[in-house]
């Protein structure tokens, strides 16, 4: 596609139906989350509401107790989604992702230092998740910087740190009072429950700005899979460029991590289910992060609608079934004798 200024953009039509049919079926799982709870609410009510023609109880339901927890769910699993493809395009690897690299279990001990030491409230714990979770990323950074960034190299730097990190998550709780303990454990099994406006616009911030940088590189991350001699030769600073994009998406999990908690797996899962979805190589960036949000908000409707009354974290369902899908991808990367 050119436009009229000489700007010329490549199109998949596959993706594009792709991309369309996840954002459906996001909006549709958010529709169907707010109008779920103890005041059940239809599609058209909820829609109603959202317009401005709700009876004043239902204002108050949909814009002060429901629309934040969706909000947060789907600027999440943006975050995560799109996040995860810029690690595993990096790494060259599926099994790149902020669960399996450290980034989740940094944003955790930040968390649990204000949690535990400082006894901190809902603000300074968040704001400890993204210290946490930022300065783990520069670590592994510098510690996997030799002449540039290798994706090998930077996977076992970062599954390294991720287990010596979850060590110091357990220290941490052997070191809290059983209320400290409470609350880090509920904060780290990651759940929407509970959120207000003041997640919300935060992380609607850091994504507005971060997310278009990394949509920006889609092109040269994409490039960077044919190796970075063959990306150099097409004119891509492939150093600038990876630097870039992983710092970027080092922010948008640390942030996401301090709105929900780290919430397993939709960073490894959802882009390997949009580059399946879309049958298209690179990165698959916004198809990517479209997947991630659709998962987070069904499995957050799931979770709520499929256990009665006891009502799951959704991070509870998501590492159940992002769990089964590991094991499914390390069976089929061993088939294919790439483990």
């Known amino acids: 596609m050119r436009t009229a200024g000489g700007l010329s953009l490549r199109l998949d039509p596959r993706a594009v139906l792709v991309g369309s049919l996840l954002l459906a079926l996001a909006l549709a799982a958010a529709v169907a989350l707010i109008g779920t709870g103890d005041y059940p609410m239809t599609p058209s009510e909820v829609l109603a509401t959202l317009a401005g023609g709700g009876t004043?109880?239902?204002?108050?339901?949909?814009?002060?107790?429901?629309?934040?927890?969706v909000l947060v769910g789907l600027l999440v699993g943006t975050a995560f989604g799109i996040a995860g493809a810029v690690f595993q395009t990096v790494s060259r690897n599926p099994l790149g992702s902020p669960d399996m690299l450290g980034l989740s279990q940094g944003s955790s001990v930040g968390a649990l230092v204000v949690l535990v030491w400082l006894h901190?409230?809902?603000?300074?714990v968040a704001a400890g998740a993204v210290v946490g979770g930022v300065v783990t990323g520069l670590a592994i950074f510098l510690l996997a910087w030799r002449r540039g960034i290798h994706g090998y190299r930077f996977v076992l730097v970062g599954i390294g740190a991720a287990a010596m990190l979850y060590a110091v998550v357990l220290y941490l709780l052997t070191k809290s009072t059983l209320y400290d303990a409470a609350r880090a454990t509920t904060w780290m099994t990651g759940s929407l429950s509970g959120r207000d406006w003041s997640q919300v616009w935060p992380l609607a911030a850091v994504c507005a700005v971060l997310v278009p940088v990394v949509?920006?590189?889609?092109?040269?991350?994409?490039?960077?899979?044919?190796?970075?001699?063959?990306?150099?030769a097409l004119g891509v600073r492939t150093e600038r460029v990876r630097v870039t994009a992983l710092l970027a998406a080092v922010v948008l999990v640390a942030a996401g991590t301090a709105a929900a908690g780290p919430i397993a797996f939709v960073a490894l899962t959802a882009p390997q289910l949009a580059r399946r979805a879309t049958r298209s190589p690179g990165p698959n960036l916004l198809p990517a992060a479209l997947m991630g949000a659709a998962l987070l908000v069904g499995a957050d409707w799931a979770a709520q609608r499929l256990?009665?009354?006891?009502?799951?974290?959704?991070?509870?369902?998501?590492?159940?079934?992002?769990?089964?899908?590991?094991?499914?991808l390390l069976v089929a990367e061993r088939k294919a004798g790439r483990v």
């Not at 004043?56 to 927890?69: D, M, N, Y």
């Open 307 to 328: 256990f009665g009354a006891d009502q799951l974290p959704v991070g509870v369902l998501t590492g159940v079934l992002g769990g089964g899908y590991l094991l499914w």
């Open 120 to 124: 901190g409230g809902t603000t300074a």
């Open 56 to 69: 004043a109880g239902q204002e108050f339901i949909v814009h002060e107790l429901r629309l934040p927890r």
């Open 215 to 232: 949509l920006l590189h889609a092109r040269p991350l994409r490039m960077l899979e044919m190796g970075d001699d063959a990306a150099a």
